[in-house]
């Protein structure tokens, strides 16, 4: 039986998926920090930016979730699948999210995110610097 409301239930998910995806970014920030990379600051920044903006959205959307009552808590998990019950309304709804469909969901978010922390860059930041004979900036 679906107790939640379309507009309630793309909420929490959002919520859920955005949530993975700071997890996932902070993850990938201490891989960035400990691993070979030879100029580490443009990807740290970048992931810096992505973390930013997902978790300003990610407040907005629990100040949302809050004032609506809603509540979602993993229950279950195994190889295949992970079980997540939506709570609102005095409902418990449960539903089940192939694993690889969650790692699609939040690659999307990441992408998006991407996208949005290089558009908050400012415009002459993202021109090209001018280059002297040799290739190096003067």
Do not use: C
Not at 95 to 117: C, D, G, Q, T
């Amino acid at each position: 039986m679906r107790y939640l409301k379309q507009k309630e239930l793309n909420l929490a998910s959002r919520y859920l998926f955005l949530s993975m995806a700071v997890t996932v970014i902070r993850q990938d920030r201490k891989h960035v920090e400990q691993g070979k990379f030879k100029i580490k600051e443009p990807y740290m920044e970048l992931l810096g930016k992505m973390e930013l903006e997902a978790r300003k959205e990610r407040k907005e959307l629990r100040k949302q979730m809050d004032a609506m009552k809603i509540q979602v808590v993993e229950s279950g998990r195994n190889d295949s699948f992970t079980s997540f019950l939506f709570l609102a309304h005095g409902y418990e709804e449960k539903r089940n999210y192939f694993n690889p469909a969650i790692r699609k969901k939040v690659e999307n978010i990441l992408f998006e995110l991407m996208k949005r922390s290089q558009q908050s860059v400012p415009p002459a930041a993202q021109k090209q610097p001018a280059h002297h004979e040799n290739g190096l900036r003067e």
